[in-house]
């Protein structure tokens, strides 16, 4: 299933579709999953619109196989293959954006409740060339994040909506170009609050369980709105992303679709 956006229909996230997303998720409207692990339907994956700009593809495809130990992808036989292109010389502001994921099935989730997340990728040597060497070790920056669009229900702060996003570390040398093993969003990489609407921010970035205690104030609980996998608007990325995990289900991307893996 591929799947190529153009950047004039979706590129600006309208009032409308976000109030509806945000209003579904204020405090006594919809009641979180208790523990945290609600299973994802296949048909409920696929392109966010609202946060897609430009013409990426985001694709379910076989693959991609190479020679060697991790030359597989580490589910089944396909992956989610992530196509961005970086800024030109000529236009500032023309990176693209891919997002994919599920805004259905996790809506209304405490995001408290999740104590597992991460994803297995595939880094090539030209998307560590394309990104900055002086901006983490390996290009490490550049590579697909996992993000949470949540209402932070924050006493402190206005803000209904904020994104949570997961920036992984480098993938390490000797996993270029092929399979990577699970990189584990609660134990590396570093997270932030789009919104900086708590200490965990761009500028300030925190590790997972410190993401978790700025969120829980006491008072009601940040609540997920969609989940899934985000590149871009930095540096031209070529790729694929595979065995998605939130708790405990592991999404596999295969061609046909994404199918749920129940583990520990």
Same mark, same amino acid.
């Given at each position: 299933?591929?799947? &190529? ?8 996230? *309208? ?5 509806? %997303?945000?209003?579904? *998720?204020?405090?006594?409207?919809? #009641? ?13 994956? /696929? ?5 897609? %700009?430009?013409?990426?593809?985001? +694709?379910?495809?076989?693959? =991609? ?5 991790? /030359?597989? =992808? ?15 010389? !000529? ?11 599920? #805004? ?12 597992? @997340? ?36 924050? $006493?402190? $702060?206005?803000? &209904?909506? *904020? @994104?949570?996003?997961?920036? =992984? ?10 399979? #990577? ?6 134990? #590396? ?19 997972? +369980?410190?993401?978790? *205690?700025?969120?829980? +104030?006491?008072?009601?609980? =940040?609540?997920?709105?969609?989940? /899934? @996998? ?9 790729? !694929?992303? +595979? ?18 893996? &129940?583990?520990?």
């Amino acid at each position: 299933m591929k799947v &190529r956006l153009g950047a004039g229909r979706w590129k600006v996230l *309208t009032a409308t579709a976000l109030a509806t %997303i945000v209003a579904s *998720t204020v405090p006594g409207t919809v #009641s979180a999953v208790a523990d945290g692990n609600r299973v994802a339907r296949s048909e409920n994956w /696929g392109v966010i619109p609202r946060n897609t %700009i430009g013409s990426p593809v985001a +694709d379910l495809r076989f693959g =991609p196989v190479v020679p060697g130990s991790n /030359g597989r =992808p580490p589910y089944g036989n396909g992956s989610l293959g992530i196509e961005v292109a970086g800024k030109s010389a !000529a236009e500032a502001d023309d990176a693209e954006k891919a997002d994919f994921g599920n #805004s259905v099935d996790f809506l209304g989730e405490n995001l408290l409740q999740v104590d597992r @997340v991460g994803f297995n990728v595939f880094q090539s040597s030209v998307n560590l060339a394309n990104g900055d060497p002086n901006d983490g070790s390996l290009g490490g920056t550049n590579l697909p994040s996992v993000r949470f669009e949540i209402n932070p229900n924050l $006493s402190t $702060s206005p803000d &209904r909506y *904020t @994104v949570a996003v997961w920036r =992984p570390d480098a993938v390490q040398a000797r996993y270029l170009d092929q399979w #990577s093993p699970y990189l584990d969003a609660t134990a #590396s990489g570093s997270w932030y609050l789009t919104g900086g609407e708590t200490n965990c921010n761009q500028a300030a970035r925190c590790t997972f +369980d410190e993401l978790q *205690t700025s969120l829980d +104030d006491g008072g009601a609980t =940040p609540t997920i709105l969609s989940f /899934g @996998v985000h590149k871009g608007r930095d540096y031209a990325w070529v790729g !694929a992303v +595979d065995g998605l995990r939130l708790n405990q289900y592991v999404y596999d991307f295969e061609a046909n679709g994404v199918n749920a893996r &129940r583990v520990r």
